[in-house]
Nanobody, 129 residues
Framework: QVQLVESGGGLVQAGGSLRLSCAASGRTFSNYAVGWFRQAPGKERDFVAAISRYLGRTYYADSVKGRFTISRDNAKNTVYLQTNSLKPEDTAGYYC??????????????????????WGQGTQVTVSS
């Protein structure tokens, strides 16, 4: 089992920044890929970013590319999502998720919510215009 706890959300003005954290406990966190997803009220849960255990490969949704950065610190069992130049349309609950990583996975695997076995409870990001 892996337990995930998100933090760092809040209310920010458009153009501002937040750093979201996903702290993990349980199994060896460095063996896992971690993804961030977001869900606004009445909408589906959408992929935001993911980071593999292999060479730190990262993947981003087109809507956040160039504004968000995902990173991991295995010594702290934590994955971060740095969000910059925030827009009102970034408003959503942000969730991190983890799955045991294998070398054969490709991007299409990491961007699917159904690929992940463990989920956190989420942290709310609200961007005001």
């Amino acid at each position: 089992q892996v337990q995930l706890v998100e933090s760092g959300g809040g209310l920010v003005q458009a153009g501002g920044s937040l750093r979201l954290s996903c702290a993990a406990s349980g199994r060896t966190f460095s063996n896992y890929a971690v993804g961030w997803f977001r869900q606004a009220p009445g909408k589906e849960r959408d992929f935001v970013a993911a980071i593999s255990r292999y060479l730190g490969r990262t993947y981003y949704a087109d809507s956040v590319k160039g504004r968000f950065t995902i990173s991991r610190d295995n010594a702290k069992n934590t994955v971060y999502l740095q969000t910059n130049s925030l827009k009102p349309e970034d408003t959503a609950g942000y969730y991190c998720a983890a799955v045991l990583d294998v070398p054969s996975y490709i991007k299409s695997y990491y961007i699917r919510a159904s690929s992940y076995d463990y989920w956190g409870q989420g942290t709310q990001v609200t961007v005001s215009s």
